[in-house]
């Protein structure tokens, strides 16, 4: 079993930024990707950004060039600085995991962007 505990959420003006962190403990193996996905209101979980052990990134075009994932292997820890916040990022963000072959989900953080 792997443990993932997410701190970093709250409520944020537009044009402010937060820093998601994601720390993985417990049977960890190798952590090939980590990852946050968000889900608004009435809409569908969806990704945001994710890095592999290898250091490939992949981001969601709408967070793009204001999101930035990274992670600190040493310490099974992955983060997600978000700059330049709009309303529209308003969801709960969770943080993924695959420990080969398993997949681990965060409890979630609440973000909210609003004056």
């Known amino acids: 079993q792997v443990q993932l505990v997410e701190s970093g959420g709250g409520l944020v003006q537009p044009g402010g930024s937060l820093r998601l962190s994601c720390a993985a403990s417990?049977?960890?193996?190798?952590?090939?990707?980590m990852g946050w996905y968000r889900q608004a209101p009435g809409k569908q979980r969806e990704l945001v950004a994710t890095a592999t052990s290898g250091g490939n990134t992949d981001y969601a075009d709408s967070v793009k060039g204001r999101f930035t994932i990274s992670r600190d292997n040493a310490n099974n820890t992955v983060y997600l600085q978000m700059n330049s916040l709009k309303p529209e990022d308003t969801a709960v963000y969770y943080c993924?995991?695959?420990?080969?072959?398993?997949?681990?989900w965060g409890q979630g953080t609440q973000v909210t962007v609003s004056s």
């Open positions: 993924k995991v695959v420990n080969v072959p398993y997949t681990y």
């Open positions: 417990g049977s960890i193996f190798r952590l090939y990707v």
